[in-house]
């Protein structure tokens, strides 16, 4: 039998089991089986993960950590160091699509974690 939310997990417990990449429920088994991709149900305590659908929630917490990271590093080098151009675009462009890249799979687990412990699919009406 499915679980399909448990109340008495903490928000927090389930935000930093989903951000560890392992299911919100009971923080052992794995949440995803590929890169962005939610198990079905937790192989440890049978939590369904696979219908929970983050949608653009996971990109948008990423580009908003991502960015704060980036740019205030940016203005530092524009401030103190002479940089032309191409440097800053060699530097800041393939730093952004590897932090993007390397946050994105945590902040869909950390959504998860979020949306499971409120007891949202994804796809309610409002
Ligand atoms: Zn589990």
Same mark, same amino acid.
Request: hydrophobic share 50%; with cysteine.
């Given at each position: 039998?499915?679980?399909?939310?448990?109340?008495?997990?903490?928000?927090?417990?389930?935000?930093?089991? /989903?951000?560890?990449? @392992? #299911?919100?429920? #009971? /923080?052992?088994?794995?949440?995803? @089986?590929?890169?962005? @991709?939610?198990? &079905?149900?937790?192989?440890?305590?049978?939590?369904? *993960?696979? !219908?929970? @659908?983050?949608?653009?929630?996971?990109?948008?917490?990423?580009?908003?950590?991502? /960015?704060?990271?980036?740019?205030? *590093?940016?203005?530092?080098? &524009?401030?103190?160091? !002479?940089?032309?151009?191409?440097?800053?675009?060699?530097?800041?462009?393939?730093?952004?699509?590897?932090?993007?890249?390397?946050?994105?799979?945590?902040?869909?687990?950390?959504?998860?974690?979020?949306?499971?412990? *409120? /007891?949202?699919?994804?796809? &309610?009406?409002?």
């Amino acid at each position: 039998m499915p679980i399909l939310y448990k109340q008495n997990i903490g928000f927090k417990s389930a935000i930093t089991r /989903g951000l560890r990449r @392992r #299911c919100p429920c #009971c /923080g052992e088994g794995n949440a995803f @089986r590929g890169y962005l @991709r939610p198990v &079905e149900m937790c192989a440890v305590c049978n939590t369904q *993960l696979g !219908s929970i @659908r983050a949608d653009d929630f996971p990109p948008y917490l990423t580009i908003f950590l991502v /960015g704060h990271i980036v740019v205030p *590093l940016a203005l530092i080098a &524009e401030q103190n160091w !002479s940089w032309s151009i191409q440097l800053h675009m060699w530097i800041w462009l393939p730093l952004t699509l590897a932090l993007l890249l390397v946050i994105l799979p945590f902040m869909k687990g950390a959504a998860i974690g979020l949306m499971w412990r *409120l /007891g949202l699919k994804g796809d &309610e009406q409002h």
